[in-house]
């Protein structure tokens, strides 16, 4: 298999786009395409202060090296969540974040220290709301309020995450086993800022599969941590990200036509508008952030003395 | 595991209902069942003339079954296509529906041979339109456009085929990998008469698991073809039906719940509504019934002459 380029053996193949390419023009492409996917769905003007959520592993890392290079002004978040014991899976996750920043003159990396902010790793609090087994809605709740949180507080205009082909087609395809109307509706590449506290937020590698991301660390020698969340085990997601890898093989292009005409017959009006004032946002009586929820939000609940009753 | 009526050893457990029933109330309850969906979706009245599609096979067969327990008046239509060779399949599954409606005073089968009325069977002319090993898009061309004649014609109100759960959850997997719009909108267990030329269309059997209705046939003792259709093999939705297969056994009820969340989301408005004239359906110049094709319907032109340059 040769390069399209240059005719030098090929690094990669993506038989979805029957394109080969070498390991000097891969990087190029890759980077031109998130442009690309930038433009494409509006995401962001060269002006705008980008915060990029990076969470040690390959997606995140790629996306903070891609805006770099296309000169964004794009800072760094990790958010440490204190998931540690045996693997150190939140220390040794820090350090590739660290490490990525440290050698990049134009890379600024903050930090958000949960337990030490607020007395508790979401362990303790899985614990103690009895989901230990399942921290994962919880992780997922506090990393949405604290990314929206910092990027309000120090006045980025956008918060950007890895999340690849493969992370949106599996969110896809949960949600289409479900049915969930609401987050059919909502399920995009950006979602806009609503004026009332939650900042935009964007998907800029959302048409790279994740064997593409991968491929790209590689080539550009960045180092990130390889291991799964030890809770990630038996996830939902997981299970349909086999599903679809599957299907992929035997169809390639499968996971790229299902995202993609979503999109597409989204944005013909297959759904009708969610309601005008559906989610009746106000905001939380203790932070301040947009809920749905009557008093405290989700996130400042969960800091709030377990109830003796609390069953889950 | 027990009968959940009387105790004894059930034949059936239907993990997705909590439910195991023995030989005697499986039945029973397979008839109610079916009478719940015809009245929740309000596919027929009493006093409505149905024709039930009958391809020999246990769907439809059990269909036809339960229909006349249910004192409907359901006469049957068999449409010979033709496809025999070595395995003479269309004569053996003809022998499997004339054979049933012996057996029953109150069954009446009408019988159409489209070799012998249009002069070539369906492998003739996909032979002819190059389409010879994969005939199945024909087949279908053919099957709606004759059910839908011979309903018309003899003055029946509504249509009955014996699609199940699995067929139906493949068709909407189908449709949902393609973000396929129309389809869409429109896959229903009711499709309403049009006034201009489409006759009711109905599937009573919508809410069955294929191993329901295989049960409901063994049980019974009804006679049907075993052997798919020879061209099937490979057909995509044999794949998707293998995806869903899998899916289910992981997390029982998974079908069940994909469809009738569909159902409901759509119920509840999920899609916004279709054009309201969008598929400008006219009469076709020589059989009459509705088309979107400019002149002669997809089924007439099957028996137009050849064009030379045709290369599909």
């Known amino acids: 298999m040769r390069c399209r380029k240059c005719g030098d053996p090929a690094a990669i193949n993506m038989r979805h786009h029957k394109l080969a ?30 915060l990029v959520a990076v969470s040690g592993g390959k ?19 990790y958010i440490d969540l204190g998931i540690d014991g045996d693997l ?21 990396l903050m930090i958000v220290d949960i337990p030490g902010l607020y007395g508790a ?20 709740t ?23 082909l493969d992370d949106e087609a599996a969110t896809l395809f949960g949600n289409v086993l479900h049915w969930q109307s609401g987050y059919l509706q909502r ?23 994740e064997r593409e991301t991968a491929a790209y660390t590689l080539i550009e020698n960045i180092d990130y941590i390889y291991d799964e969340c030890p809770f990630a085990t038996g996830a939902t997601s997981l ?3 086999e599903t679809l890898s599957r299907m992929e093989h035997s169809s390639p292009g499968t996971k790229m036509h299902f995202y993609t005409n979503f999109l597409r017959a989204k944005a013909e009006g297959l759904f009708a508008a969610p309601d005008d004032a559906p ?11 947009p809920t749905v929820a009557p008093d405290l939000c989700n996130f400042c609940r969960l800091w709030e003395p377990a109830e003796p009753s609390e069953s889950r």
């Open 21 to 50: 390419l070498c390991a000097r023009h891969y990087p190029e492409w890759f980077v031109e395409q998130t442009a690309r996917a930038i433009h494409k769905y509006k995401m962001f003007d060269p002006e705008d202060r980008l």
């Open 121 to 140: 790793s979401i362990i303790d609090v899985a614990r103690r709301r009895r989901r230990a087994n399942r921290p994962c809605s919880i992780c997922g």
């Open 187 to 209: 399920q995009s590449p950006v979602l806009p800022a609503d004026g009332g506290g939650l900042v935009r937020k964007v998907k800029p590698f959302c048409r790279f599969y």
């Open 142 to 164: 506090v990393k949405r309020h604290e990314m929206n949180r910092v990027a309000l507080e120090n006045g980025y205009d956008v918060l950007a995450t890895g999340h690849n």
């Open 279 to 289: 989610r009746n946002l106000h905001p939380c009586a203790k932070c301040g952030q």
């Open 59 to 77: 997606d995140s890392l790629a996306l903070w090296d891609v805006l770099l290079k296309l000169d964004y002004h794009a800072d760094g978040l």
């Open 88 to 108: 150190a899976y939140s220390t040794q996750s820090k350090h590739k974040a660290v490490a990525f920043a440290d050698a990049r003159p134009d890379a600024d």
């Open 239 to 241: 299970a349909h990200k």
